[in-house]
């Protein structure tokens, strides 16, 4: 039978560029005994997330991207725009999960983007290395939003399964608020694969 855990390891005071936050760590256990999966976040949180549904990214996490600004995607800038819109607002919260290229893992997504190079796109480069088009789950971030005490929020994403995970976990999405990143020549037809086919939402394209 299946089951999950949600457990806070640590939290901490964490001043950024943006302003400050309290950064949460949380472990989660899920699947069964004979096929666990654990999984790791956190959770930046700041100012008051109860009194109304607060702006809330939940962001896989991109080591080409977030760390070295790769132009091949737009995690990056949709990190950036996330921690801006809720400095701005002054309140809200970034659930960053480690679920590196839709869920792969960094060693698999480098095999992908060579056979990207190759002329496949990303989801042809996922199903031809074996996975699923995303191999995501977002179980724990609805877990982590009910561990922060917070059951309504406002969604800062263009996917819209994650809105139906928090759905289907317990938390009510108010607004689904685009995260819109600007395409360059080099992630064109990786944000035309998004929505084509993953069904990511755009206003813009």
């Known amino acids: 039978m299946a089951s999950h855990t949600v457990q806070q390891v640590a939290s901490a005071d ?8 309290r950064i949460f760590g949380f472990r989660g256990e899920f699947g069964t005994s004979k096929q666990p999966r654990d999984e790791d976040a956190v959770a930046l949180v700041m100012g008051d997330i109860h009194t109304s549904p607060p702006l809330v990214r939940i962001h ?5 991207g977030d ?3 790769s132009l091949r995607c737009d995690c990056r800038g949709q ?12 309140k809200g919260i970034l659930i960053y999960e480690q679920q590196e290229g ?14 990207q190079d190759q002329g496949l796109d990303t989801v042809e480069a996922n199903e031809r290395l074996g996975f699923k088009a995303d191999q995501r789950e977002f ?12 059951s309504r929020v406002r969604l ?17 999405v108010t607004e689904r608020v685009p995260c819109e990143i600007a395409a360059s020549a080099h992630s064109e037809d990786y ?14 394209r």
């Open 60 to 64: 896989s996490q991109c080591l080409t």
């Open 156 to 172: 800062l994403s263009n996917n819209p399964d994650k809105v139906a995970a928090l759905e289907n976990g317990g938390i009510i």
């Open 14 to 21: 964490f001043p950024t560029r943006w302003g400050k936050f």
């Open 102 to 115: 839709r869920g792969i893992g960094l060693m698999a997504k480098l095999q992908a983007y060579e056979l």
């Open 79 to 90: 990190l950036e725009m996330a921690l801006s819109m809720i400095s701005q607002e002054r």
């Open 67 to 69: 760390v070295f600004g």
């Open 191 to 204: 944000l035309k694969t998004k929505k084509e086919k993953l069904g990511h939402l755009f206003t813009s």
């Open 139 to 150: 179980t724990l971030p609805a877990e982590i939003l009910k561990a922060l005490g917070v």
